[in-house]
């Protein structure tokens, strides 16, 4: 099955804006706290399925929205919460990018466990 129709049928509404009022039409991805299974952290709340760190985030989008040729500023918003992106990867199958996985920030700099 293609990432874009797991996205479509499962993901939450997301779209990227910057802070000149421009923002992306809205898509589809996955935004979900960040959780580490080793003990190797140093702040967080454990969880029964890991740690969830302060304000980091899982984002695993469609191969469509890229990141690296937005201009300085932009964000994702999602739900009313605004994100920025800490690091980003392609990741391919064969020579074609298959989705894009980053690791989020809560922009507000929130702490929320769960």
């Known amino acids: 099955m293609a990432v874009n129709a797991i996205l479509s049928k499962y993901g939450r509404d997301i779209c990227i804006k910057d802070t000149t009022g421009w923002q992306s039409k809205i898509f589809k991805a996955f935004i979900q706290p960040l959780r580490y299974k080793n003990k190797m952290y140093l702040e967080g709340t454990p969880t029964e399925i890991g740690v969830m760190d302060s ?7 469609p191969p469509e929205h890229s990141f690296e040729h937005l201009a300085p500023g ?19 199958k064969g020579g074609r990018v298959f989705y894009i996985w980053a690791v989020l920030k809560d922009a507000e700099e929130q702490r929320v466990y769960y």
């Open 55 to 61: 304000g980091y985030y899982l984002y695993i989008g």
């Open 74 to 92: 932009f964000y994702l918003e999602s739900m009313g919460k605004r994100y920025v992106i800490d690091r980003f990867e392609k990741i391919y």
